[in-house]
């Protein structure tokens, strides 16, 4: 295990499709976090799981977009009805706790078009 | 509320010293953080402060300052390879990052 995994790296879509991400943590990490980052911007806190627990949800996540961590393992981000503002990187991180550095994965760059 | 405060934009030159600032100020604090960030990579951890002070790791230093609100990353003998942004971010419960500082080194 080397890391945090994301796939796809890249995904085009046209406005109005459903796109599912997916982001394997480092295994021993209890905790995953997704994040969005636009360009010249920082990551933008999603929501996070301890194992299988959504625990937080930002409230700049609307209903088109859902998270689940089924088996506290891997996790996926799926969008719903894709907008073209729903360009960015979605980042997937895990740490073992709060005081814990994340290890953020290669993340998903998404395009709607 | 959450706010987490840092220049756009850094130039500096190859050899130099340089000082990236961080003013924060959140609900609930369990630590301060600095990654790198080239373009179009993950973030990398760089540092992490969670009592005040200074901790050096090498080339890169942070300083914390709880009641100030207050951080920096110092970065000695800049490199060229050293051209990337720089994330503060906070923990209460997750990471709260700031919007990064780019810095440019120029030969």
């Known amino acids: 295990d080397t890391g945090v995994s994301q796939d796809p790296r890249h995904k085009i879509t046209k406005r109005g499709q459903n796109v599912t991400f997916r982001c394997d943590p480092i295994?021993?990490?209890?905790?995953l976090y997704w994040y969005r980052q636009t360009l010249g911007q920082g990551p933008e806190f999603l929501t996070y799981?301890?194992?299988?627990?959504?625990?937080?949800k930002s409230r700049l996540l609307s209903d088109r977009f859902s998270a689940e961590r089924p088996k506290g393992s891997f996790s996926t981000l799926e969008i719903q009805r894709t907008e073209q503002g729903d360009s960015a990187m979605y980042l997937c991180?895990?740490?073992?706790?709060?005081?814990?550095?994340?290890?953020f994965g290669s993340g998903t760059r998404l395009t709607v078009v | 509320g959450q706010n987490i405060d840092q220049p756009t934009e850094m130039t500096a030159t190859e050899g130099a010293i340089v000082q990236i600032n961080c003013t924060y100020q959140?609900?609930?604090?369990?630590?301060l953080f600095w990654y790198q960030q080239h373009a179009g990579e993950a973030p990398t951890f760089l540092s992490y402060n969670v009592l005040d002070g200074l901790e050096e790791k090498g080339r890169f230093s942070s300083f914390l300052s709880r009641s100030k609100g207050y951080s920096y990353l110092l970065l000695k003998e800049l490199q060229m390879k050293d051209s990337a942004s720089y994330l503060c971010?906070?923990?209460?419960?997750?990471?709260?990052f700031g919007t990064g500082t780019r810095l440019q080194v120029f030969p």
């Open positions: 295994s021993e990490h209890n905790r």
């Open positions: 971010a906070v923990s209460p419960d997750k990471l709260i």
């Open positions: 959140t609900s609930g604090f369990n630590g």
């Open positions: 799981f301890q194992n299988e627990a959504q625990l937080e």
């Open positions: 991180a895990s740490s073992t706790g709060v005081s814990y550095g994340y290890t």
